[in-house]
T-cell receptor, first 115, second 109 residues
């Protein structure tokens, strides 16, 4: 299935590195999301974009910087991360942010390890 | 208090068994409810929405109890392929989704 793709699938970075995660959706959706999934914790919503506009920033540290150039693409720029930021980062999309937000389609995720 | 609480399991059941998961939510104003499924090292996928009157999809039955603020998922005649983590998901109003930590199910041959 290629509805939502993410690259890279795996990333190892040092605390002083700068890297970016990329997400692309081919579903014609208008809303896109970044989630963080850590072991034994629920998915944590990080950012929401609706029609390219950021509608939610869930108290995410500034070392995570999202970018949404259009409705199909979403980036997460990473810099000076901490080891506790190691997690699976999932991108998702939905038709809209409102009523249609319940049915979200997820990408395969980027497994990030910060050393 | 967590928005959504689930028993993490694991639930280990034999093939053909019936298994039920419950989930409670804290926001009484929540309007929409879902079950997602997440296979090991894969992304979550929507399994089914949960409607007020309860709904069934093949071997899967979802029910909502608004008075007690809990949602259930019943799986009948379990298959090996049902082994996964089942995520309870709640959407309060027009806001975003809140996920539970998930309940892990292993179906044993």
């Amino acid at each position: 299935e290629t509805g939502v793709t993410q690259t890279p699938r795996h990333l190892v970075m040092g605390m002083t590195n700068k890297k970016s995660l990329k997400c692309e959706q081919h579903l014609g959706h208008n809303a896109m999301y970044w989630y963080k999934q850590s072991a034994k914790k629920p998915l944590e919503l990080m950012f929401v974009y609706n029609f390219k506009e950021q509608t939610e920033n869930n108290s995410v540290p500034s070392r995570f910087s999202p970018e949404c150039p259009n409705s199909s693409h979403l980036f997460l720029h990473l810099h000076t991360l901490q080891p506790e930021d190691s997690a699976l980062y999932l991108c998702a999309s939905s038709q809209n942010r409102g009523q249609g937000a319940g049915e979200q389609y997820f990408g395969p995720g980027t497994r990030l390890t910060v050393t | 208090r967590k928005e959504v609480e689930q028993d993490p399991g694991p639930f280990n059941v034999p093939e053909g068994a019936t298994v039920a998961f419950n989930c409670t939510y804290s926001n009484s104003a929540s309007q929409s409810f879902f079950w997602y499924r997440q296979d090991c090292r894969k992304e979550p996928k929507l399994l089914m929405s949960v409607y007020s009157s309860g709904n069934e999809d093949g071997r899967f039955t979802a029910q909502l109890n608004r008075a007690s603020q809990y949602i259930s998922l019943l799986i009948r005649d379990s298959k090996l392929s049902d082994s996964a983590t089942y995520l309870c998901v709640v959407r309060p109003g027009a806001n975003n989704l809140f996920f539970g930590t998930g309940t892990r199910l292993t179906v044993i041959p």
